[in-house]
């Protein structure tokens, strides 16, 4: 909320090919995590980096994988989309006492 | 796996009347988290509870860590129409860091 940056702010894709969606947390904040969000549904944890490691993963097939860089800025990477990828895909920046989500990125996959 | 429930799913209050949200976890928490969302936007953090028993206040809010730490609440006093939005609760896990969000509920305030 207070300073995390999300791009391309909405993509439209075909099935079948990949995305690349980035995010830079808040200066101070080493960790990131990725959600998928479905309308009408709660934020769905995919993975959550930290110093660049990944510390945490959700139930999402390998298609999707992340990595983080060393000025802790993210990347999340989706093969092979699906009708079903479509959804908000939301980045948070997470310090030891809170956790603050950028605007996201709206993936229409047709 | 790791499961957080939240009730109600819906809540349609008059302006002025108070408002609870309730969420449970199927295991331990090591901290929970309570979010606002409005429609088109994106999740807000509203704040973290850790330690079991925990109560905190923000103005209107009142939010609960329950002694177990598996379960919380959020009650709003005398809501207003700002208070419009689906709030969502969200809990780590005592072994990973894995964040599982609730549901959520949609309040409705009518004016």
């Known amino acids: 909320d207070a300073g995390v940056t999300q791009s391309p702010t909405h993509l439209i894709k075909t099935r079948g090919q990949h995305v690349t969606l980035r995010c830079s947390p808040i200066?101070?904040?080493?960790?990131v995590s990725w959600y998928q969000q479905v309308l009408g549904q709660g934020p769905q944890f995919i993975f959550q980096?930290?110093?660049?490691?990944?510390?945490g993963r959700g139930n999402f097939p390998d298609r999707f994988s992340a990595r983080q860089f060393p000025n802790y800025s993210s990347e999340l990477n989706v093969n092979a989309l699906l009708l079903g990828d479509s959804a908000l895909y939301l980045c948070?920046?997470?310090?030891?006492?809170?956790?603050?989500f950028g605007p996201g990125t709206r993936l229409t996959v047709t | 796996g790791q499961q957080v429930m939240q009730i109600p799913q819906y809540q349609h209050v008059q302006e002025g009347e108070d408002f609870t949200t309730y969420c449970n976890s199927s295991?331990?928490?090591?901290?929970i988290q309570w979010y606002k969302q409005r429609p088109g936007g994106h999740p807000v953090f509203l704040i973290q509870?850790?330690?079991?028993?925990e109560v905190k206040k923000q103005k209107r809010l009142t939010f609960q860590f329950g002694e177990a730490k598996k379960n919380s609440s959020l009650h709003i006093t005398a809501t207003q129409t700002t208070d419009v939005g689906t709030y969502f609760c969200?809990?780590?896990?005592?072994?990973?860091?894995?964040?599982?969000f609730g549901a959520g509920t949609r309040l409705f305030v009518k004016a």
């Open positions: 509870l850790v330690k079991s028993g």
């Open positions: 200066s101070g904040h080493k960790s």
């Open positions: 295991t331990t928490l090591s901290n």
């Open positions: 948070a920046s997470k310090g030891p006492y809170e956790q603050y």
């Open positions: 969200a809990g780590e896990g005592m072994r990973g860091f894995k964040t599982i």
């Open positions: 980096y930290y110093e660049k490691e990944e510390r």
